[in-house]
């Protein structure tokens, strides 16, 4: 484990980090606390998070916060997690700004509520020219729905004469997603042990590292990130090649915590 308030030099950071941040209503419930107190630590853990990950410069950071099959849930829990979103932004928008930090907001937004609406502007707004991390927010997201969009969007185009269907491969139709400008996440974290994406960039994590703990969201400090980090480094990427002439015969294998 990594010593507390220390921040390691890395070969090899991810240029993408995406989480699933789950786990919150279990960290409540073990302590029996209502759900919406698990959101409310979980909200501790995305500062820590965004705040490691600007530090050892990754460049792109996304964060799974309500997906679209989130609404299934009881009114008072998602209305919860809609005022905890604009008390974020509220509270952590100046300082996210002052380090550089762009923040991006990926789903269907307009559809919540004006509220949450405005604050999500007033952000990606004021944030819009910051170069040193993008701070990418899944809110009302869910990967399928990103994919139909970007069916819909290219098919206009070519309604529209703007695009040929011959011309459509892979990386042009990566360029109707959200992820358009940045490249797929390097990195995927699933908090809370469940072994599954929850409709999560189905079509960006084709080849990307996937890291699983049993740690719950609000547990998850930066020493966790940078264990998985670590981890992370020693894996052998092969895209469906071969090893890489330098971990021949070394098998690196990753540790789970
Ligand atoms: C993740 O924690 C936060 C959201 C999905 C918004 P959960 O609320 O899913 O926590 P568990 O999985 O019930 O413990
Ligand atoms: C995934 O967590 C969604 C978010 C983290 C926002 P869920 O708790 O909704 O996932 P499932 O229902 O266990 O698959
Ligand atoms: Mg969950």
């Not at 098919?155 to 109707?176: K, P, T, W």
């Not at 390097?186 to 994406?197: H, K, N, P, Q, S």
């Amino acid at each position: 484990m990594y010593q507390k308030d220390e921040a390691p030099s890395f070969d090899n950071v991810p240029r993408h980090i995406a989480i699933i941040m789950d786990g919150n209503g279990r960290w409540a419930s073990k302590r029996l606390l209502p759900r919406t107190m698990g959101h409310r630590e979980g909200m501790k853990a995305i500062k820590r998070v965004v705040k490691a990950c600007s530090e050892i410069k990754v460049k792109a950071l996304t964060l799974y916060a309500f997906s679209t099959e989130n609404w299934r849930r009881p009114k008072n829990e998602v209305n919860y997690l809609m005022d905890l979103l604009i008390e974020f932004l509220n509270r952590e928008l100046q300082e996210l700004h002052e380090n550089n930090i762009k923040i991006n907001v990926w789903g269907d937004y307009h559809s919540l509520p004006p509220k949450c609406v405005d604050e999500i502007e007033r952000a990606r707004h004021l944030t819009q020219h910051n170069e040193a991390m993008v701070f990418n927010l899944a809110i009302n997201y869910g990967s399928r729905t990103e994919i139909v969009r970007g069916v819909k969007r290219w098919g206009q185009d070519v309604l529209d004469g703007r695009a040929n269907i011959d011309d459509l491969d892979e990386h042009m139709f990566s360029s109707y997603l959200y992820t358009h400008d940045i490249p797929d996440p390097d990195l995927l974290i699933r908090t809370a042990g469940e072994f599954r994406l929850s409709n999560f960039l189905l079509w960006q994590v084709a080849y990307t590292e996937l890291w699983i703990t049993d740690v719950t969201w609000p547990e998850f400090t930066r020493e966790h990130l940078f264990q998985a980090i670590s981890d992370y480094s020693k894996r052998d990427r092969r895209f469906g090649g071969l090893n890489s002439p330098k971990r021949e015969g070394k098998n690196v294998k990753s540790k789970n915590i």
